[in-house]
């Protein structure tokens, strides 16, 4: 890899590569990983599963409410890394297709600048969400270790109920093996606030490099005819009509950039269903357990706002790639029409408009074709929180952005919970 692509890709290999999924580690390296990162997240899932499963033998309803969301992320987290680990191959050879392309244009220093551009883009947000979703999630797994130490300064006493970031007490003798639970559970967050930074930006990188050639496209579009001459041979012979050459050139960057998107699209749709899936689950249930402890548990319920906050800034940078991808191949058609094509021949033309046809629909990310990822899909549900204090209860009110379904309230009271449906 050019060194000056590594240096914008630095930051992505290195999470990647804690995980054992950046595809130029050498097999020894991704095996000595797999050994230690695996059964952590392994066992993590493990307890939090057994400690629900126990919790509902146990008639412990709010254990297992508690616990629900934190299985449900570690479910979701699951899905991008197998994912990722069972489409391997597609994902190294998306990352040998940049290196290609980087050693293309380099050498054309205005399509360099372009690619760079984007490149720079991608390091930024990748820096940007590193950033910000360690600040959201460390109010979570904080509360715990605070606890722990007012407990040792003689603050409080927590020595009857010993916090954990999930329960498990029902599964787990929780006092004889307390501390190994504690540092494992920090361990296994942080594995997995990892996976999502680790796949979701670089599946941003992604995209951006198709961006970047969307953006070489664009230039050679408005390039291609090089004179601004009207006595245009309509009839001229390939061999010798040089724009044809370009628009030749202009078709074929084209129809890469099909190939990359669609390799892109398979890798990933599946995955996509079900990270949406769990994501929806798990905000509808983060949600909910703030509004029932907003008032009798302040700190447990900005724990879990921050952990919505979180899951939603997820769902955001899931679709905001395909919202990215759609922008800049949808403005191909556009391209070209706007060059020199009127400048240019007949067979040249021609060419032009099979580009046209496959570019009268932009691209998109899917998952499994059911939901398309975009700022439009992310937006189109709309979380609504009224806590009606004079009644003694709390609603939460899910809006459909699409002016025909039902709304849906959720009526919690002290000891029981409803649902109803009433028409908009």
């Known amino acids: 890899m050019d060194s000056t692509q590594y240096e914008y890709l ?108 984007q490149y720079a883009i991608g390091k930024k947000i990748t820096i940007s969400f590193v950033a910000f979703l360690f600040g959201l999630i460390t109010p979570f797994a904080a509360m715990p270790l605070l606890l722990n130490a007012a407990d040792a300064l003689g603050l409080c006493n927590i020595s009857d109920d010993r916090p954990l970031a999930f329960r498990v007490e029902h599964f787990v003798d929780v006092d004889k093996y307390y501390f190994p639970l504690l540092v494992h559970s920090y361990i ?44 245009v041979k309509l009839h001229a012979n390939k061999r010798d009509d040089k724009w044809y050459e370009n628009a030749r050139d202009c078709v074929i960057l084209h129809k890469h950039i099909i190939e990359f998107a669609n390799i892109l699209e398979d890798a990933n749709t599946t995955s996509y269903l079900l990270q949406i899936g769990f994501n929806m689950i798990c905000v509808s249930f983060t949600q909910f357990q703030a509004v029932i402890n907003i008032q009798e548990n302040a700190a447990l319920a900005f724990r879990y706002i921050s952990v919505t906050i979180s899951l939603l800034c997820d769902l955001l940078f899931v679709s905001w790639p395909g919202q990215q991808l759609s922008d800049s191949t949808e403005r191909i058609f556009e391209f070209t029409t706007n060059g020199k094509w009127y400048l240019s021949s007949i067979n040249c033309r021609k060419l032009l408009m099979m580009m046209l046809s496959k570019s009268i629909t932009p691209l998109k990310l899917t998952a499994y074709k059911f939901y398309t990822l975009n700022l439009e899909s992310f937006s189109a549900v709309r979380f609504i929180f009224y806590i009606d204090r004079s009644l003694n209860r709390r609603q939460v ?3 459909l952005n699409d002016h025909s379904g039902p709304y849906r309230i959720i009526i919690i009271n002290t000891k029981f919970y409803t649902y109803i449906d009433i028409d908009n």
């Open 10 to 117: 630095r930051l992505n290999k290195y999470l990647l590569f804690t995980i054992g999924i950046w595809p130029y580690q050498t097999t020894l390296q991704r095996s000595l990983v797999a050994i230690v990162f695996i059964p952590i997240i392994v066992a993590q899932v493990i307890l939090q599963g057994g400690g629900m499963i126990t919790a509902i033998t146990a008639n412990d309803i709010d254990s297992l409410l508690e616990g629900f969301a934190p299985f449900m992320i570690s479910l979701m987290c699951l899905a991008k890394y197998i994912n990722f680990f069972y489409n391997f191959k597609q994902m190294k050879r998306l990352l040998d297709i940049m290196r290609e392309d980087w050693e293309i244009y380099k050498k054309l220093r205005n399509e360099y600048d372009l690619l760079c551009e």
């Open 188 to 231: 296994g967050t942080l594995a997995y606030t990892t996976i999502v930074l680790a796949i979701n930006s670089i599946i941003a990188v992604y995209v951006l490099h198709e961006s970047g050639l969307c953006e070489v496209l664009r230039f050679k579009l408005e390039n291609f005819v090089e004179s601004d001459a009207m006595d």
């Open 397 to 399: 009110i899910l809006k």
